[in-house]
């Protein structure tokens, strides 16, 4: 039992004023677990959050739905042999009520809240949570590694339910993925693993598209080149099947249209900052598929470990800094570099 004793927890006020405060260590309520971080990824709804600029998320927040983690205590009504397990997180905080959750679809519950967006999160020495959110790990990933189930999950989602208007695969089909950042790049690799033909990566600097060409995309264009299309198409070897927006601006979401064939499909993959208009038209003419993305459910958690079981990502590639809990706020500047990755944050001894 660890309750008198204090721990560290990040709180980040504003991308300028992130902190390490000192609380007391949270004791288990009924079916819950009491978890030891030992390493947080930082994502990029934490950078946007910082800077005021998510839709969902406001100041000061206390971050971190990107963890892994020991379970050290549970409490009543919570299984025991969870105890001493090695566990992801899965931060979607549903009602199991509404009809999305009766459903299946718990990842958009009609009152959803996600630990570490909306509630305190795990980039902390310890933190309390539901016992049905924390998910054991195999102990063929080490810790780094399995920092990256969360923030795959989500793009493993999306392809997935691409995959479902495509006859339940992508096999043979042409993609394009619009940014080549972290959530980008996670789609590019789970788009191949999902058997995609071609995939091209868009994004506006050359460094950044080289990267994702290591990593398996077949092309790459600058989007924001006055033939962006025409660079695509040439990339892709014609016009797309599937595009998945990883930016969610008004010139992607138009770019996307014009590069996707007849009956083809658009994911909404990224945040968007703000209300989008969309040429409804070309819309209704070509029967294109709109859809958003959010998060995703535990099948998709389970399908982004066997991806990473299976050795295909490079970590060297995808994990480009590591920082202490202390140096939260140099973790966080250094998030805001488009070069970065995957930033992550070490908390206790890891595996």
Known sequence: MTATQSIR???VNTAEDIRVEQIETPTPAA??????????????????????????????????????????????????????KRVVIEP????????????GRYNICATLDVFGCQTPGGM?????????RVVPLPDDLSDEEAALIEPLATPVHAVRRAAALNGGSLEGKRVAVFGAGPIGLFVTIAALHAGAETV???DLLESKRARAERLGASGSF??????????????????????????????????????????????????????????????????IALLGN?????????????????????????????????????????SNDPEQVKVLITVGDRA
């Open 9 to 11: 927890r990040v709180v």
């Open 294 to 334: 959010l998060m995703y459910v535990r099948e998709d958690v389970d399908l982004a470990i066997e991806l990473l079981r299976t050795r295909r990502l490079p970590m060297d590639e995808l994990v480009t800094s590591v920082f202490d809990i202390e140096n939260a706020q140099q973790a966080f500047d250094a």
């Open 31 to 84: 079916g819950e677990v009491l978890v030891r971080s030992t390493v947080v990824g930082i994502c990029g709804s934490d950078i946007h959050a910082a800077h005021g600029r998510h839709p969902f998320m406001s100041l000061p927040f206390w971050p971190g739905h990107e963890v892994i983690g020991v379970v050290e205590e549970a409490g009543a009504d919570a299984p025991q042999e969870l105890v001493g």
């Open 200 to 202: 091209v990566v868009a």
């Open 222 to 287: 600058d989007s924001s080149a006055e033939d962006a299309a025409a660079q695509a198409e040439a990339a892709a070897g014609g016009k797309v099947d599937v595009v998945f927006d990883c930016v969610s601006r008004e010139s992607t979401v138009r770019l996307a249209i014009q590069i996707l064939e007849k009956g083809g499909s658009l994911m909404t993959v990224g945040v968007p900052d703000g209300p989008t208009v969309v040429d409804l038209q070309l819309i209704q003419d070509h029967e």
């Open 124 to 132: 902390a020495d310890r933190f309390t949570i539901a016992a049905d």
């Open 92 to 103: 979607n905080l549903a009602c199991g009520e509404c009809t999305p959750c009766m459903q």
